[in-house]
């Protein structure tokens, strides 16, 4: 939390207003009564609609023992009921954890057992799992299940007229967001109704919305960029409506932007990439789109520079964090910016530092580490103080693991990351977690997981493996059959593996992952002859090269349609 002086600070500045999320709806369902909130298919829901339904599913939740500060693991598609469930939760001060609908029993295991879940609350089938499945994973949460229950608590029973507890207040946490972190096991975010509001009512403004806005929404709504930036909860602050898709392919995705008069979309590169080529084969009539806001994962130019010619809408590039900091390019700010920068911060009181290894601020136009603190950015992750010490510094700077160069304007362009973190389209992967997994492989002995770019969605993963002596090596469908086994959400699954002989080394002995992306890289502009081994670490042996030429792996989205942040990645074989 924010040290009292900050938080004066914050407060004397107008940005904390002492607003709660359930002020916010309340507030909303006031004003903007019968306007359509959100449109989930064919149905169409109020603000005062949205506001009963939250509140009588928060007495029902209550009924069934949910209490302030329980945590609560969300884990919905983009379906109406997701606002019933938040919006309850919120009003009693119940934290919802927000997971992904990606995540399988590898990451809802571990949500639910870290946080001491109440509930786990998620759907039925949805892109061909069957989410109630992971109740096998709940522990002694309770499972509540949006759509056929089958055999667990069906939310459509829960809402009730029962009476209602006090509510929280602005200083206390909202939910629990989740960390792209980079070291073993996702970290959690912890964030205030007063912070966070603050973000949101600042990006619905630098963003243009008003009660006519209708923002389209095909990224996971449980993620930051769709929550806040300005997201569904800028949208109820505007008194605009939601329009919630559960795909992002275009040829069903364009026709609802059409029959929605939708204003304002969200996305993240890869998905810009495949709406643009779809638009200019099928000329659909986008003429409502204003606005489209590409960020999560960093835009190429040359895709920056074909948004306003082939879908007749501004750019907007937005560079955010989970953890707080947002930076936004402006609505009326020239080609120069928009197409070439990742935006500015929200606010004046968002600091931002950019230094060299030594923590020493390099001047502007240098590339360096940035680190940031502020009236919106967490000062520590949720029960994790080992960890803290290091992603913060002293004084409370948020480390961000982003290497950055800031230019005129106080704009900041992302060029490259100092995390050990995979960004495959936007979805982030912690390469130590994908190997713990890996060192859990019979034949494996060790294990480094890295980047290996890719044109499409920029990022795949590369996960090179040392094999135990007298093992065989495992082929890479083996690999992912393991991982899958073992329960990891489908997009951390490896794309690529190679086996080497042992792991190029670090000064201090570690694995150097960074030499292990230089490999790649050179193998991809040099591509080495076959027995010519360049394998890292192989000196005097060749390595072994295994998985020759192995290609993207099979069923991998290699094409356009499943990247990253759709909440559609299948499974991948
Ligand atoms: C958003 O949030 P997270 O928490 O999933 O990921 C944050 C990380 C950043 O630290 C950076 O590494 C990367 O994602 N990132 C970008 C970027 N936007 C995010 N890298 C390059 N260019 C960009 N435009 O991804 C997020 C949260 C709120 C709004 C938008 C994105």
């Known amino acids: ?179 792209g972190g980079s070291t073993g096991l996702p970290k959690l975010i912890p964030r205030t109704h007063d912070d966070y509001l603050y973000s949101v009512r600042e990006s619905a403004e630098i963003c243009g919305l008003t009660p006519d806005s209708s923002y389209l929404v095909v990224l996971p709504v449980a993620h930051n960029f769709a929550m806040s930036s300005p997201g569904v909860l800028g949208v109820f602050h505007a008194g605009g409506t939601v329009v919630l898709s559960t795909t992002s392919d275009p040829a069903t995705v364009f026709p609802l932007i059409q029959r929605e008069r939708v204003t304002i979309a969200a996305l993240v590169p890869p998905l810009a990439l495949l709406w643009l080529d779809a638009a200019e084969r099928l000329s659909p009539d986008l003429s409502s789109l204003e606005v489209l806001q590409v960020g999560g994962a ?111 304007g106080g704009y900041l362009i992302v060029e490259g990351r100092a995390k050990d973190q995979i960004n495959r389209g936007g979805e982030k992967i912690a390469a130590e977690e994908v190997e713990d997994h890996l060192l859990t492989h019979p034949a494996v002995h060790d294990a480094a997981v890295v980047a290996l770019p890719d044109d499409y969605l920029g990022e795949r993963t590369c996960a090179f493996i040392v094999v135990k002596d007298g093992a065989t090596a495992p082929r890479l469908p083996q690999i992912r059959a393991h991982l899958r086994d073992r329960g990891l959400a489908a997009f951390k699954i490896p794309d690529k593996l190679r086996v080497v002989e042992r792991f190029p080394v670090t000064g201090v002995g570690k694995t150097s992952r960074r030499e292990l992306r230089t490999f790649l890289r050179d193998l991809a502009t040099t591509p080495a002859e076959p027995g010519a081994s360049a394998e890292p670490g192989a000196s005097a042996e060749p390595g072994t090269p295994a998985e020759p030429g192995n290609p993207a792996a099979p069923g991998t989205p290699a094409e356009p349609g499943t990247p990253a942040a759709s909440g559609t990645s299948k499974g991948t074989d």
């Open 298 to 408: 960093k835009l190429l130019d040359s895709v920056a520079a074909r948004v306003g010619p082939v879908l007749g809408c501004k750019l907007q590039q937005v560079f955010g964090m989970a953890e707080g900091l947002v930076n936004y390019t402006r609505l009326d700010d020239g080609d120069d910016i928009v197409l070439h920068t990742q935006g500015r911060p929200i606010s004046p009181d968002d600091e931002v530092l950019i230094v060299d290894d030594s923590d020493v601020p390099v001047p502007d136009g240098t590339v360096g580490h940035l680190l940031t603190r502020g009236p919106y950015t967490i000062r520590g992750y949720w029960n994790a103080e080992a960890h803290n010490r290091t992603a913060f510094t002293a004084d409370g700077f948020y480390r961000t693991g982003d290497l950055v160069r800031r230019v005129d």
């Open 1 to 179: 939390m924010w040290p009292d002086d900050f938080a004066d600070r914050y407060r004397k500045a107008g940005h904390w207003t002492g607003q709660t999320f359930d002020d916010l709806l309340r507030t909303a369902a006031e004003k903007f009564g019968d306007r359509i909130a959100v449109v989930d298919g064919e149905r169409r829901i109020s603000y005062r609609s949205l506001r009963e339904r939250a509140l009588r599913l928060a007495a029902g939740l209550h009924e069934l023992g949910v209490r302030r500060d329980d945590r609560v693991v969300v884990q919905l598609p983009n379906v109406a009921e997701y606002f019933d469930v938040i919006f309850a939760l919120f009003r009693l001060g119940a934290l919802p954890v927000f997971a992904l609908p990606a995540h399988r029993s590898a990451e809802i295991g571990y949500f639910c057992s870290h946080t001491s879940a109440t509930a786990f609350i998620t759907t039925g089938v949805h892109d061909g799992f069957d989410h109630r499945t992971l109740a096998s994973v709940a522990g002694s949460a309770r499972v509540i299940v949006a759509g056929d229950p089958g055999g667990h608590t069906a939310l459509a029973d829960l809402y009730s007229d029962g009476d209602l507890p006090p509510g929280p207040g602005p200083s206390d946490l909202g939910f629990l967001q989740l960390s």
